[in-house]
């Protein structure tokens, strides 16, 4: 066909099968992107934002901790088993 002939399809691009379609739009690069967000910022990422990363990983793993003693104790559990639920090893079963 050539490119002035009105079954062309508007892009130019022939014309595939619906498997290919889907096979495309569902094993394709963009379908990759969009199911594992890291491969779009990854290669973009610095490592400026890594201390700042770390420094928020920290804070929010310490703020669970007395959140997690405050849910067990509202619902009638015993601090202890805080740990437990935050798969965090029991400070009074380690060897320090």
């Known amino acids: 066909?050539?490119?002035?002939?009105?079954?062309?399809?508007?892009l130019g691009h022939e014309r595939q099968s619906r498997v290919g379609r889907v096979a495309?739009?569902?094993c394709g690069l963009?379908?990759?992107r969009r199911r594992l967000p890291i491969t779009i910022w990854l290669p973009t990422y610095s490592?400026?934002?890594l201390g700042r990363d770390a420094i928020?990983?920290?804070?929010?793993?310490?703020?669970?901790?007395?959140q997690g003693?405050?849910?067990a104790m509202v619902?009638?559990?015993?601090?202890?088993?805080t740990f437990d639920l935050l798969k965090i090893p029991d400070p009074n079963v380690l060897d320090l």
Do not use: F, N
């Open 1 to 10: 066909m050539d490119s002035d002939d009105p079954r062309t399809p508007l």
């Open 56 to 66: 928020a990983g920290i804070t929010v793993g310490l703020t669970s901790i007395p």
């Open 75 to 81: 619902a009638g559990l015993p601090p202890q088993e």
């Open 69 to 71: 003693i405050a849910y």
């Open 30 to 32: 963009e379908s990759w």
């Open 47 to 49: 490592l400026h934002c």
């Open 24 to 26: 495309r739009k569902l």
